[in-house]
């Protein structure tokens, strides 16, 4: 999966699309660091536990306020020449509770996402393999 982040600084919102999968917009300020690191959605397999994991994760509160707003794959749509590729994502069906807080009421009015992005060469991938391991 590809993940990329970027502000939106009219309403100062952290925006996070992990593509083909989400979007997540956190109407508030978030670093880099913490928007690079995964919320922990999960639990251990054997145990249920917080931990540990074999990577860092932030954990999730449940305070509404506190939570993303969070957008979930729709669709995905190759233009008609082949080079762009457009995904859309719709607000979560599972319920979110409101907060109260202006910048949160803003991004829980927004219903769809729309990204656009170059089409990849799906070459790609073998042309990177063979560089990184010094075939070439």
């Known amino acids: 999966m590809q993940q990329c982040f970027c502000y939106y600084h009219k309403y100062k919102w952290s925006i996070s699309v992990s593509w083909a999968y989400a979007v997540q917009i956190y109407p508030w300020l978030l670093s880099a660091?913490?928007?690079e690191t995964p919320l922990q959605t999960f639990r251990t397999w054997r145990s249920w536990s917080n931990g540990p994991f074999t990577f860092n994760t932030r954990?999730?509160?449940s305070e509404p306020c506190e939570q993303p707003v969070i957008f979930y794959l729709d669709s995905i749509k190759v233009d008609g020449k082949g080079k762009t590729v457009v995904t859309?994502?719709?607000k979560s069906p599972i319920k979110q509770e409101k907060c109260s807080q202006v910048n949160?009421?803003?991004a829980f009015a927004i219903e769809?996402?729309?990204v656009s992005s170059l089409k990849m060469d799906p070459r790609k991938w073998?042309?990177?393999v063979y560089t990184a391991s010094g075939m070439v």
Request: charged share 45%; proline share 6%.
């Open 88 to 90: 859309t994502y719709k």
């Open 112 to 114: 769809k996402i729309v």
């Open 126 to 128: 073998e042309k990177d």
């Open 59 to 61: 954990p999730t509160s």
């Open 104 to 106: 949160y009421a803003r």
């Open 33 to 35: 660091k913490d928007l």
